[in-house]
């Protein structure tokens, strides 16, 4: 079975930084394009960033300069890394993968979500 799993949460100042890590395990073929997520309060999941297998990245209007995204493939491991943070950057954070576990079976997963809180 496969999971997706976020650490690096939690309750940073505004200017701060933090670093977020996504780690996949379980039957793993072999994961395609991985991302970052988040939702605040009252307000819609939103994509952050996107990294493809080979490492193209997209990231939102508003996160880019500030945030990174990038991923290590021998790992099965995502990160993101935040500095700059503004209050408006509070939200559960979560990670996603498109993961094969044989050749032709491609699903999306997410991690559980991981709460990232910038105090003014």
């Known amino acids: 079975q496969v999971q997706l799993m976020e650490s690096g949460g939690g309750l940073v100042q505004a200017g701060g930084s933090l670093g977020l890590d996504c780690f996949a395990s379980?039957?793993?073929?072999?994961?395609?394009?991985m991302g970052w997520y988040r939702q605040a309060p009252g307000k819609q999941r939103e994509l952050v960033a996107t990294?493809?297998?080979?490492?193209?990245?997209t990231y939102a209007d508003s996160v880019k300069g500030r945030f990174t995204i990038s991923r290590d493939n021998t790992k099965n491991t995502l990160y993101l890394q935040m500095v700059s943070l503004k209050p408006e950057d509070t939200a559960v954070y979560y990670c996603t993968a498109e993961i094969l576990i044989n050749s032709w079976n491609q699903k999306d997963y997410w991690g559980p979500g991981t709460q990232v809180t910038v105090s003014s």
């Open positions: 990294i493809t297998r080979d490492y193209r990245t």
């Open positions: 379980g039957i793993i073929f072999r994961i395609n394009t």
